[in-house]
């Protein structure tokens, strides 16, 4: 008997996510808080609840896909929250970015209900979740692993088990400090170059194909050049997760010096309006500070 499935959280992210289970073949039962979004899927085919709750009473599996800490506890644990409707051997992907202490907290009261939890964190941004090519970074039992992994299969392409819970949340606040520092360095590469009288575009040909080439100059491209940066990953989002991996640091003694500084270049860019853009607008920060644009 096919398992049936929930999905909690229809974002940017969400959304698309969903809709790749849809395409699959999984009949969704879903909830966001502005139903807008649900009533889309729900002329698609999809099951629309009431609540997080409802969606538990209606999926053996249910996937939250939120946007921090605070909304993964309340949707899970909240009033008409997901464990209020779980039965014995339900099972919680939390799919969120939150920090790994909330992901352990909720795994025990998951656990005390009789259901388990995995949390299993994305890279690969709107463009991953859209072409169901994300990279998925899991933590938990090996066997609520292989239970969900047909589920990621359908919205990623690399589907990797890093340990125990919490460990998925561990592994995508490295992820997230390299992408963070990545696009940072190519941003003040194109401010250089473009300073110093050489075409944006051909900064980002000639770097793509030496040792200083990465995902981020391919993907964010368009965004760099056009300077229309409408939020595939909105920057206050990425602030949030450098926040999530510099308080593991200081959990884990460990000394992440550029990743501060580039923690404060995303909070001056909250402070002037621009954290709804895409984390790609880095680019501004830099040539503002260098008053030069590209």
């Not at 090519?133 to 890093?162: C, W, Y």
């Not at 981020?216 to 926040?243: Q, Y």
Request: net charge negative; with cysteine; glycine share 12%.
């Amino acid at each position: 008997m096919a398992e049936r499935v929930g999905f909690v959280g229809l974002g940017i992210m969400g959304k698309p996510m969903a809709t790749n289970l849809m395409d699959a073949g999984y009949k969704l039962t879903v909830h966001n808080r502005s139903p807008e979004k649900a009533n889309e899927l729900g002329e698609a085919g999809a099951s629309v609840a009431n609540s997080p709750k409802e969606v538990a009473e209606n999926a053996d599996i249910i996937i939250t896909m939120l946007p921090d800490s605070p909304q993964v506890s309340e949707v899970v644990a909240g009033e008409e929250g997901v464990l209020e409707g779980i039965t014995e051997g339900s099972l919680i992907v939390d799919m969120s970015t939150i920090s790994p202490v909330v992901t352990e907290e909720l795994s025990e009261a998951v656990k005390e209900k009789g259901a388990s939890m995995l949390d299993a964190p994305v890279s690969g941004g709107d463009v991953g979740a859209i072409e169901g090519t994300l990279s998925i970074m899991v933590g938990g039992e090996q066997a609520d692993f292989h239970r969900a992994k047909p589920l990621f299969e359908a919205m990623g392409k690399t589907i990797t088990h890093v340990g125990p819970v919490g460990a998925g949340q561990v592994t995508k606040a490295a992820n997230q400090v390299v992408v963070a520092l990545t696009i940072e360095a190519v941003c003040e590469a194109l401010v250089l170059g473009s300073a110093g009288g050489v075409a944006p575009e051909k900064i980002l040909d000639v770097l793509s194909g030496g040792l200083a080439g990465n995902k981020v100059m391919e993907v964010k491209r368009e965004k760099f050049l056009s300077h229309r940066f409408d939020p595939g990953f909105r920057s206050e989002l990425h602030h949030k997760d450098l926040g999530i991996a510099l308080a593991a640091g200081r959990e884990y003694g460990v000394v992440l010096p550029v990743t501060a500084i580039v923690d404060q270049m995303l909070l001056a860019m909250r402070k002037k309006g621009w954290g709804g853009e895409d984390h790609s607008a880095l680019l501004r920060v830099i040539e503002d500070l260098s008053q030069h644009e590209i």
